[in-house]
C-alpha cells in the first residue's frame, strides 16, 4: 500500500470511522460495544478525546480513510492523570499489512510530549493479531481478566498491555489535566 498519511481526524471522517468501527461492533468480539453507532456517537468520541488534550488520529490511503487511533484518560482521579489507554481500528480489509503498526507509532509519538508516563491498552481475549501488535510496539500483558464480558453468545475475557514511556512526567505540575 502507497500514499499512507498519519494526520488529525477530521469532520469529514466521521461517516468512515462510523463505518469501521461499526463492523466490529456487529461482527467481531474486539469492542464490547453491542448498539450501532450513529454518526453523533462517533462525533462525541472525537470530541471527548479531543477536550482531555489528546490525539485522535486517522490513517488515510488516497484520500481515504482506513484506520483511525487515540488516545484517552485511563481513569479520572488526579493521579492517574499521566496513563492513558489508546485504542486502533482499522477498516477490515486493511488488517494484516502493518497499519495498525504505522497508527500506534504516530500515536505514541504524539503522546510523548503530552507527558503520558503510562500506555495502556485493553484487549478482548483470545485476539492473537493485536496481541502481536502491542507486543510489537514494546507492550506487555500486565492483566488478564476473566470472563468479565458476554457477546455474540460467548463470555470474554480481557487483558492489558502496557508500556512505560521513557519520560519523566513527575516535573509536570499538578494542575496538568
Known amino acids: 500500500m502507497t500514499k499512507l498519511t498519519v494526520r488529525e ?6 461517516p468512515t470511522l462510523t463505518q ?4 466490529y461492533i456487529a461482527e ?8 450501532a453507532f450513529s454518526y453523533d456517537d462517533m462525533a462525541a468520541r472525537i470530541a471527548e478525546v479531543q477536550a482531555q488534550g489528546y490525539p485522535f488520529l486517522v490513517l ?11 488516545a484517552t484518560r485511563w481513569k479520572a482521579r488526579h493521579a492517574y492523570r499521566f496513563a492513558v489507554e489508546t485504542t486502533v481500528y482499522l477498516a477490515p480489509e486493511q488488517t494484516g499489512q502493518g497499519l495498525g503498526r504505522t497508527l500506534y507509532t504516530a500515536l ?4 510523548q510530549p503530552l507527558k503520558v508516563h503510562t500506555i495502556l491498552s485493553c484487549l478482548t481475549l483470545p485476539n492473537p493479531a493485536s496481541v502481536a501488535l ?7 500483558q500486565v492483566a488478564h ?14 487483558g492489558y498491555w502496557q508500556i512505560v514511556l521513557d519520560n519523566n512526567p513527575t516535573a509536570a505540575p499538578d494542575s496538568f489535566f
Open 20 to 23: 469501521i468501527y461499526n463492523h
Open 60 to 70: 488515510q490511503h488516497q484520500q481515504e480513510p482506513v484506520g483511525y487511533a487515540y
Open 134 to 140: 502491542h507486543e510489537a510496539l514494546g507492550m506487555q
Open 145 to 158: 481478566f476473566k470472563e468479565v464480558g458476554y457477546k455474540l453468545g460467548q463470555w470474554l475475557d480481557v
Open 108 to 111: 505514541f509519538e504524539r503522546l
Open 28 to 35: 467481531t468480539i474486539i469492542t464490547f460495544d453491542t448498539q
Open 9 to 14: 481526524v477530521q469532520a469529514s471522517d466521521i
